[in-house]
């Protein structure tokens, strides 16, 4: 598998699926690796397609470093596995955190990106908890228990066989990534950045008990240019595991529309 390594010196793991034209990088969020989009990538139609799936730092295959677990880092860890992957021009798919990822990305580089799809993306301005749900949340790693908890929280249509197979995902997850991530994630702090972002995006909204349609569309859709919100009702926070199929269809219709207008 291929790696490559960070602007500090962490090496970065990651996955390429498909030997399409274009490429587009999935970018996961807190407290999973590159795992978390193995269920719709199943039901994706690769056509044209080359995927590239990066595991971030402190999660997958990557390094553990002791720091770098910052939004501005995962972004410099993003283009340098896209260019180690030969990607000049790509796709960015987030997701919650990853979604704010991509959205520093595509403000950081507007050139390279050819398109944005944000599941559930956290806003740029951050997301404070509850100090109880902000204390389950920190203190979360390598506890099966209390992620299995989180879970419960944010999903609504997770089946038993996804629910393992995502604890098993989390328990992996270093206990630098996910203290330092969560700070990172909650505080968010950017929003004057998304004025740069020129990529066509399309921001999905499910019936996530934390970022509901409404509140994405007032804090994310409304600051980006050439932003429009869709909604798939039913799936919580996690559409790509609790909804797979439907999330795919609707990936891969943006990519479509994207490519075409490119």
């Known amino acids: 598998m291929p790696t490559t390594i960070a602007t500090d010196g962490t090496p970065l793991h990651y ?7 274009r490429t587009v990088v999935l970018v996961h969020g807190w407290m999973m690796s590159g795992a978390v989009w193995d ?9 044209g397609l080359r995927m590239v799936v990066p595991d ?11 720091s770098g677990f ?21 796709a960015l798919v987030g997701h919650s955190m990853g979604g704010q990822i991509a959205k520093w990305v595509a403000s950081e580089a507007p050139g390279r990106v050819s398109g944005l799809v944000l599941l559930n993306s956290v806003p740029a301005s951050g997301l404070p908890l509850p100090p109880d749900a902000a ?11 209390k992620q299995a908890t989180i879970l419960g929280l944010a999903c609504k249509q997770l089946s038993p066989e996804s629910l393992e197979g995502m604890l098993k995902d989390a328990g992996g997850v270093s206990k630098e990534a996910i203290e330092q991530c969560f700070d990172a994630w909650t505080a968010g702090g950017f929003a004057d950045r998304l004025a740069a972002i020129t990529a066509p ?29 869709t909604h798939l009702p039913g ?3 996690y559409p790509q595991v609790e909804r797979p199929a439907e999330t795919a269809a609707l990936v891969a219709a943006f990519l479509a529309g994207s490519s075409a207008q490119a």
Request: proline content about 7%.
């Open 15 to 21: 996955r390429v699926l498909g030997d399409g034209p």
């Open 201 to 229: 995006t399309l921001v999905v909204a499910t019936d996530d008990p934390f970022l509901p349609p409404l509140f994405l569309k007032q804090a994310v859709v409304a600051l980006i240019q050439n932003a429009r919100l």
């Open 235 to 237: 799936p919580g926070h």
């Open 70 to 90: 910052s939004l501005e880092q995962y972004a410099k860890d993003v283009l340098a596995v896209a260019d180690h992957a030969g990607a000049k021009r790509f």
């Open 39 to 47: 269920a719709m990538l199943e039901k994706l139609d690769m056509t």
């Open 56 to 66: 971030h730092r402190g999660t997958g295959a990557s390094g553990r470093p002791a």
């Open 135 to 145: 204390g389950l949340f920190r203190t979360s790693a390598g506890d099966r228990q």
